[in-house]
């Protein structure tokens, strides 16, 4: 599912226009995505946790060349399934 059917799932669950719908879920992602940039996390109870990881330096091998590379330390989103997310999934 891509965004564009995600809202107009939305649309047809709250009687939005498809046009509302999707700014709705476009203002949705902008928040978490706003938040997440600020370092906080946004837990939506019963479907999951998106938080911000900090991924160490590391030692890396270039495929072509054989070449040992370091890759440098980033912080990453992350996502953690909430409880009624992993019992509707299986």
């Not at 900090?54 to 399934?81: L, M």
């Amino acid at each position: 599912m891509n965004r564009t059917e995600l809202a107009g799932k939305v649309a047809d669950a709250t009687g939005l226009s498809k046009a509302q719908a999707d700014s709705a879920v476009a203002a949705a992602l902008d928040a978490i995505k706003s938040s997440l940039s600020d370092g906080d996390s946004v837990t939506l109870i019963g479907f999951g946790t998106f938080s911000v990881s900090n991924r160490a330096a590391r030692q890396g091998r270039n495929p072509g060349t054989g070449e040992s590379i370091t890759i440098a330390a980033r912080n990453v989103a992350k996502f953690t399934a909430g409880k009624a997310l992993k019992d509707a999934i299986g």
